[in-house]
């Protein structure tokens, strides 16, 4: 059974920065394409960016496509998202998840799949 870990959330102003951690743990931990979502009280879980097994392939939400950056450290089962110009509507509870389903084409991937969800980090930006 995988798990996962957020942290890094905290409260910011508009236009600074965040890095998110998301350590996996659980049989194949490395072996999965991971993602992050969001989600706002009353809204759907969004997902924002999905990130390759290899980490060499990532995608992005067109709402934080140029500001935000998924990373992978495979040595310590750990997924980052560096968030830069952070703006209000970036206020939500930031989970990830491993992909069960990815679909590479063109140089790109869709991920699905994802059934597994740690506690989330808080990340508000207001000022």
């Known amino acids: 059974q995988l798990q996962f870990v957020e942290s890094g959330g905290g409260s910011v102003q508009p236009g600074e920065s965040l890095r998110l951690s998301c350590t996996a743990s659980g049989y194949g931990a490395g072996n999965y394409a991971i993602g992050w979502f969001r989600q706002v009280p009353g809204k759907e879980r969004e997902e924002i960016s999905c990130i390759s097994d290899e980490g060499s392939i990532t995608k992005y939400a067109a709402a934080v496509k140029g500001r935000f950056i998924t990373s992978k450290d495979r040595a310590k089962n750990t997924v980052y998202l560096q968030m830069n110009d952070l703006k209000p509507d970036d206020t939500a509870i930031y989970y990830c998840?491993?992909?069960?389903?990815?679909?590479?084409?063109?140089?790109?991937?869709?991920?699905?799949?994802?059934?597994?969800w740690g506690q989330g980090t808080q990340v508000t930006v207001s000022s």
């Open positions: 998840s491993a992909a069960q389903a990815v679909r590479y084409f063109g140089g790109n991937l869709e991920c699905s799949g994802f059934d597994t």
